[in-house]
């Protein structure tokens, strides 16, 4: 990202949102939604934004596996899913939870070697939707081996982050815009996270190793990168990353089936962002979070309600048949 | 030895293209149709043909219809459930409006209006392709299951919001669709109304718009260049599985399950038809009867299994454990049979031509 692209979204998004505002206005005032202050949106929208942070935490995993190999991994749902029963069950064996969590990063390391080593070697150079659909089996597999290990009742996942409300921005507003403290700490771990990951892709051998074969497989090899070996370290930091998603969706929703279908949610914040970029995956979150916030509060009251289970995958289907590499994706070239 | 085609000469273009061009798998078919016609509904028993038989036809419609799209066309949707949804609906509500209206007309109806919405859906699929599309239609499955759950018009205004399929006859005197249909009758119904559909899918691969539908699956710029067009194509394909899809959700609520409610095509559905037509082989009208066969019979098998084994095993861990195999089936056709139970079974008519000599 350049200057000129920064600048362009720094102006552009305080607008879109005011612009936003003003409509939401408009439409309270013709008395087409029941009711519209100022605060009260500026909460949602915080609420959302804090809430994409939390998309984008398990859209970072797609995003990984799809850069360095190509796949379009839909399994990381389930291996959120995995990932966080795993570790409510060592803590309910008794292990300190960092204890814990290094346990299960270990088995989410031998899961990823497990799908490199018995699905993805085998399928190599099949057709990228036979490997979209060999995910889709994963992702039953991981689903109903999480839960035949772990059984299927929903369970608390604590590991100490406090939950109370608190209002911030007192001064500006009155009585200040209510948010969980959850989610703050979820947002800056997610942040942390992808900081971690920059640092990790741009500097460190492997993450070199890493980018090269996402530019291009057959010249990695021709230079001396273990294909396999790369592909397996993907799926592990993926697998790794799932494992933070767990906590902190867990943490949020208690661990339960349902968090592998939130991972379907991750989707349309790809789309948004495009596969093959890391900010894209983080700011389409963001853009989803909030967006889905605010249908949900303001016309969703309207119509009926519920309206966020479709509303990102609509948004993002309408985006695409106007931007179909998404905001930040490499634009698509196709020769015959 | 039987199967055999030695000494069966064509004389003509027509009989070289025909849709059984070896006498044997002609006199199979008619075999298979007539012992499924004539000798099934009397010998099989009330469970047989209400829990399987039954199903399995429903399911098979589902399957050919997204064969047609995944299968033929190279467009990976999933939205099925949301497409058997539409069908379902659209058929209560325009025989719930129209009681003197025939049955079958009304499912052909709900068809044409579910081909309607596919084609709607289908827009997306001119600019994306791949997984992007995937995910456009993933909207299409939760918009439309949502719909159908809001909005109490669809249920007219039921309370619940689960309803039943009212009572209708095919020809006087047989009732075909909800509670007080026999199996039977309902059997039979489906039997040669999916036949016939299928007869239908069949012939229309294999013709002009068909082949246009395979030349977008295997390269849609090469396709384009020689002169296909790729929106009507592409929306084409859409409006016909969506048009197969829709009936079998009309079938599903009406003949199968007896009652219309948005739940029952929820995600799952969505996928459970996909397996079918990944393990029963993708791109093939055969292979999606197989398909759904299998998938039918899966899970009775490992129910029964389980038990057998450990009489004492909980359901949700049999739900799991068939999650499990599930996956597991579906990675392993992938990698050892990518084009499915449809090709094995190919493979076996191509050994039993030279049964019992090796060449």
């Not at chain 1, 190999?69 to 803590?91: D, E, K, P, Y």
């Not at chain 2, 990698?335 to 090796?358: D, S, Y």
Request: charged share 10%; hydrophobic share 60%; proline share 4%.
């Amino acid at each position: 990202m350049n200057l000129r692209t920064i600048a362009i979204w720094a102006v552009s998004v305080p607008l879109v949102i005011a612009a936003l505002g003003f409509f939401h206005q408009a439409l309270a005032a013709a008395g087409w939604i029941a009711f519209f202050t100022w605060p009260f949106y500026f909460e949602v929208i915080l609420n959302g934004l804090l809430q994409g942070v939390m998309y984008s935490l398990v859209a970072l995993g797609f995003v990984l596996i799809f850069k360095a190999s190509g796949i379009f991994n839909f399994a990381q749902g389930s291996l959120v899913l995995f990932a966080a029963l795993t570790m409510v069950g060592l803590i309910e064996m008794g292990l300190p939870w960092p204890l814990a969590f290094v346990a299960t990063a270990v088995v989410m390391v031998g899961v990823a070697i497990a799908v490199e080593r018995v699905v993805l070697r085998p399928l190599v150079n099949q057709p990228h939707i036979i490997l979209f659909m060999a995910t889709i089996g994963i992702f039953y597999f991981m689903d109903g081996f999480g839960q035949t290990l772990w059984g299927s009742d929903v369970k608390v996942l604590d590991i100490g982050i406090p939950k109370d409300p608190i209002f911030i921005l007192g001064g500006v507003f009155e009585g200040g815009l209510l948010v969980q403290s959850f989610d703050v700490i979820a947002a800056l771990c997610g942040a942390l996270l992808v900081a971690v990951l920059a640092v990790f892709f741009q500097y460190t051998r492997i993450g070199r190793a890493l980018r090269a074969v996402a530019d291009d497989h057959q010249a990695a090899l021709s230079v001396g990168i273990p294909l396999k070996t790369i592909w397996a370290i993907v799926w592990s930091v993926a697998g790794i990353v799932a494992l933070v998603a767990g906590i902190m969706w867990g943490g949020k929703l208690g661990v339960q089936f349902t968090l592998a279908l939130i991972a379907l949610k991750a989707l349309p914040v790809l789309i948004l962002g495009g596969f093959t970029s890391i900010p894209g995956a983080i700011i389409g979150g963001l853009i989803i979070g909030a967006g889905e916030q605010v249908a949900e509060n303001f016309v969703g009251a309207a119509i009926g309600g519920a309206i966020q289970d479709w509303f990102a995958y609509m948004l993002a289907m309408v985006f695409l048949l106007f931007r179909p590499q998404g905001l930040f994706g490499e634009k698509i070239i196709e020769r015959v | 030895m039987l199967y055999r085609e030695a000494g069966q000469f064509k004389t003509s273009y027509a009989a070289d293209q025909s849709l059984f061009p070896i006498a044997q798998d002609k006199w199979g078919v008619v075999l298979l149709l007539a012992v499924a016609l004539f000798a099934v509904p009397f010998m099989a028993s009330e469970y047989m043909l209400s829990s399987i038989l039954i199903p399995f036809l429903v399911f098979s419609l589902a399957a050919i219809g997204l064969n047609i799209l995944t299968g033929y066309c190279g467009q990976l949707s999933l939205g099925t459930g949301g497409f058997m949804a539409c069908g379902a609906f659209f058929a209560y509500k325009l025989t719930t409006a129209f009681p003197e209206v025939h049955i079958v007309v009304v499912f052909l109806l709900s068809g044409f209006g579910t081909a309607l919405v596919g084609i709607l859906f289908g827009i997306p699929s001119l600019r994306i392709k791949g997984f992007y599309l995937a995910v456009a239609t993933l909207a299409a499955q939760f918009f439309l299951i949502w719909v159908f759950n809001k909005f109490g018009w669809w249920t007219n205004y039921s309370p619940s919001g689960v309803i039943s399929a009212p009572p209708r006859e095919v020809v006087p005197g047989v009732v075909v669709t909800g509670a007080s249909g026999t199996p039977e009758a309902k059997y039979v119904f489906l039997l040669v109304f999916v036949a016939i559909l299928a007869l239908l899918a069949k012939n229309l691969v294999r013709s002009r718009i068909g082949r246009s539908w395979m030349a977008i699956r295997d390269m849609d710029i090469a396709a384009e260049i020689i002169g296909i067009r790729p929106m009507f194509a592409k929306l084409s394909a859409f409006a016909v599985s969506s048009f197969f899809i829709g009936i079998a959700g009309a079938l599903w609520a009406f003949c199968y399950t007896g009652s219309v409610e948005a739940l029952a095509f929820e995600i799952n559905r969505s996928f459970q038809v996909l397996f079918m037509i990944i393990i029963g082989g993708l791109g093939s009208i055969m292979g999606s009867f197989m398909g759904a066969a299998f998938i039918v019979l899966l899970p009775l098998v490992l129910n029964n299994g389980m038990l057998w084994i450990d009489p004492t095993i909980s359901v949700a861990l049999v739900a799991h454990i068939e999650f499990m195999i599930f996956g597991a089936l579906i990675v392993f056709f992938l990698i050892v049979e990518p084009h499915g139970l449809a090709r094995l079974w190919q493979l076996a008519k191509e050994k039993l031509r030279l049964w019992p000599f090796p060449y």
